[in-house]
Structures are given as structure tokens and as C-alpha cells.
């Protein structure tokens, strides 16, 4: 493998996955059950899938056109619900702290 600007900022990115990988899994321990509960699983379900897509970015040059644009829109959608999971797991945090 050349290492071009882009081979650096792919490892970096990976290894910025990896550490979110080993955070969130680390974190389970301490989440307690329900509503949070429930929502950490799909993070931490949504954080492998997105790590193992950085994992596999290095040899995108190597798959077909049509399966690449797929591949792209399913890590779009699971950023959409990602964020969507985020945000709404925030809010309920909130919600309970301030009632």
C-alpha cells in the first residue's frame, strides 16, 4: 500500500474508529437499562458497522462502480440514524436530569 495524504488520513481516521469502537463497548458496563439501555445497543451496533466501512475504505478502488454506490448510501443512512439515535438518546438524558 502507497502512503499518499490519503493513506494517512484513512489510518487516522481507522484508528479514530477503532478507539470509538472501544469506547462505546467500554461504556456498556456503566449504562444502565431501559430506554438507554436499549438505545446503546443500536450504537454500538451502528459504530461497528461504521468502523468496519473505515476498515474496508482502503480497498474501495477494487469494487464495482454500482456495489461502491450502495455500499455509500447504507453508511448514509446509518449516519442519518446514528445521529437520529444520538440526539434522541440526548434528549431523554436531558429529560431525566431535569425532572
Known sequence: MEFDPVTIVITIAI??????????????SQIPGGVVGRKWNIVILLVAMFTAGYMALPFFNRI???????IVSFVFLGGAIYVLITVRLIYAIIQELTE
Open 15 to 28: 484508528a479514530a474508529m477503532l478507539y470509538c469502537m472501544w469506547m462505546v463497548v467500554s461504556l456498556k
Open 64 to 70: 464495482p462502480d454500482e456495489i461502491l454506490r450502495m
